[in-house]
């Protein structure tokens, strides 16, 4: 492939100097990162391309900053050109109903077998880019995807993006790469540090926070970090953005560009869903740019003959003038542009990811990968590591990072199993009601929202009165912890097995019918009917159970009525002999 980037001053740079004449339309990719973002700048600008080669496409976006062989640049434009030897590319603009609706029309439209990458550039106000994201990775998770929603140099006012065909502030444009030879690759960096306990999304609409943890979001922020920040929301929360970790590894931030003074909720770029566990999480540019320097390796040996930055401008607000010293690290490696974006796109994993505070980059390379190895760090960097004197300040910060959030795994691990043990029977270990009804209220949303069944067995123990006084108390807890264990070897992972109290218990069996629960049912009372236990002086004793079924029906808004009905089932078992298994209005 042939790279060749550019940088101009100003439209009429731009239209003295730019030289597009000769591309072949179908193995171009033209990138355009414009820092004039006003409308009418931004036309004459889509016109100069349009003008130059009437045939050839592109896609462009406004900035919050131009990235241009490891400089950072303002309302200034950068160019790129890749000419591919055996990769085509395809590019659109895609609109439609809703967000969600434009991505899966992307992924319907441009993904094929040959397609390697594509690179989406969406507006960033008024347009939940999270779900053009979503709505794409409905249909496809395997292409890599990549770029960024547009900028408009801090204002958070209008943005566009464009294309031969015109300029838009709704949408997404997107240019596929198509090919059997293209290597690509793709990488982050974030290291904001987490800080403080792990919390729980309880309300959120999307990217609009309400709550965490129960508490008001913005009375969250007033909690731990003090009256100053929570003041200064939404721009304080580039210091300290929420960050959570998805099950692949990949960490999340989320800042605020919006706070609601009517309920204290904040807007965020990216969604978040009620239930996600989150921290608190702080920047430092020691840190931030020593790990950046070390991933330099794992660069090299992609060897990329291209590489595209896609960058947050929370990032540069924080690191200031420190933004090119991270930079500069990818001029070493290859050719690179890109912007500084308002949420960068993700791929990782066969999963797509709306990031913000993070550098993002996309690096290709047409040529056969060799992977060399690569040196590890030079003695001068050794050096300064076992120096008495340099390098001190970033070791001292790193270790007290590390001893903080070590004190703060300790305190969750510690209350964590005090919870488990709150949520436990002290004689049989299984779980307590208030547990059961905890886990049963998430499975009865799920049940519902799935349409699949839910079933209770609530099951006791015959003249366990008689039990206790013929052979002592000590002889009734064996005959319970008997049962106990019987429950939990023919039960599956999935059900909760619960002891209510004295010799009462309940199953609850996610995703099964009435008809199931029935046969779970009568083979534990076969069991129970066949087992013999060991009690006080050795003595050998019969025990048997009364058990009640019933099913969730989709008027119970609370676990309470289905046990209450299974519980008249268990009430008709005993009344009809014992030892027997009744399903409710049977």
């Known amino acids: 492939m042939k790279v060749t980037n550019k940088h101009y001053e100003s439209l009429e740079d731009l239209k003295s100097n730019l ?71 395809l590019s ?15 992924a319907s439209s441009l993904c094929s077998q040959q397609t390697k990458a594509i690179i989406l550039f969406i507006p960033g106000i008024d347009i939940n880019g999270n779900d053009i994201i979503d709505g794409f990775s409905s249909l496809n998770t395997k292409v890599t995807l990549a770029g960024g929603m547009a900028g408009d140099n801090g204002y958070l006012e209008k943005t566009f993006i464009f294309d031969q065909d015109g300029v838009y502030s709704k949408g997404c444009v997107a240019a596929a790469l198509n090919s059997d030879n293209l290597n690509v690759t793709t990488e982050y960096e974030l290291n904001w540090q987490p800080i403080g306990q792990t919390m729980t999304v309880t309300k959120v609409e999307k990217n609009r926070l309400y709550e965490i943890n129960g508490m008001n979001v913005s009375d969250v922020y007033k909690k731990y970090l003090g009256e100053n920040i929570a003041q200064n929301l939404p721009y304080s929360a580039t210091e300290f953005p929420l960050l959570k970790i998805e099950d692949d590894g990949t960490e999340v931030c989320r800042v605020f560009i919006h706070k609601f003074d009517e309920d204290g909720s904040l807007l965020t770029i990216g969604n978040l869903q009620v239930g996600d566990k989150v921290r608190l999480a702080f920047g430092n540019v020691d840190l931030i740019l020593n790990s950046t320097n070390e991933k330099i390796k794992q660069y090299k040996s992609f060897n990329p003959e291209a590489i595209f930055i896609y960058s947050c401008i929370s990032r540069r607000a924080f690191l200031q003038s420190d933004v090119e010293k991270e930079l500069a690290t990818f001029n070493k490696i290859a050719p690179n542009i890109g912007f500084f974006t308002y949420g960068e796109i993700y791929h990782n994993n066969n999963k797509n990811f709306l990031l913000n505070i993070s550098l993002t980059i996309l690096a290709l390379s047409e040529e056969d990968q060799k992977h060399p190895l690569v040196d590890t ?26 001893l903080a959030n070590t004190v703060i795994e300790e305190l969750e691990e510690a209350k964590q199993q005090l919870k488990e043990q ?147 089932a268990l009430y008709k078992a005993k009344e009809s002999g014992r030892n027997r298994v009744v399903i409710y209005d049977e």
């Not at 303002?74 to 590319?89: H, L």
């Not at 004197?389 to 001292?396: Q, R, S």
């Not at 067995?457 to 000590?474: E, L, P, Q, R």
Request: hydrophobic share 35%; aromatic share 8%; net charge negative.
């Open 422 to 568: 709150a949520n436990r029977d002290y004689l049989t270990g299984l779980y307590n009601r208030r547990y059961f009804n905890d886990i049963a209220q998430e499975l009865i949303y799920i049940s519902k929202r799935e349409n699949k069944a839910i079933s209770v067995v609530m099951i006791d123990i015959d003249k366990f009165k008689n039990i206790n006084d013929s052979y002592g108390h000590a002889s009734g807890d064996e005959i319970i912890k008997s049962l106990s264990k019987i429950l939990i070897e023919h039960t599956r992972k999935s059900d909760i097995v619960s002891r209510f109290g004295g010799e009462e218990f309940a199953l609850l069996l996610p995703f099964t019918d009435k008809n199931g629960a029935a046969k779970i049912a009568r083979k534990i009372r076969k069991i129970v009917e066949e087992k013999v236990v060991t009690v006080t002086n050795d003595k050998e004793l019969h025990f048997t159970v009364s058990l009640g079924v019933d099913t969730l029906q989709h008027s119970d808004k609370n676990i309470e009525e289905v046990l209450h009905r299974a519980d008249e």
């Open 19 to 89: 030289e597009i004449a000769n591309l072949n339309p179908s193995k171009s990719l033209i990138q355009i990162f414009s820092g004039l973002v006003l409308e009418d700048e931004v036309k004459q600008l889509q016109q100069i391309i349009k003008k130059k080669n009437n045939k050839i496409a592109f896609i462009g976006t406004t900035t919050a900053g131009e990235i241009y062989q490891g400089k950072v640049f303002e309302k200034s434009i950068s160019i790129s050109i890749i000419e591919f030897k055996d990769t085509e590319v």
């Open 377 to 402: 760090a030079t003695n001068q960097e050794n050096q300064e590591q076992n120096n008495l004197i340099t390098n001190k300040h970033y070791l001292v910060l790193t270790a007290l990072t590390h």
């Open 92 to 106: 659109r603009y895609f609109i439609d109903e809703s967000e969600y609706q434009t991505g899966v029309k992307i």
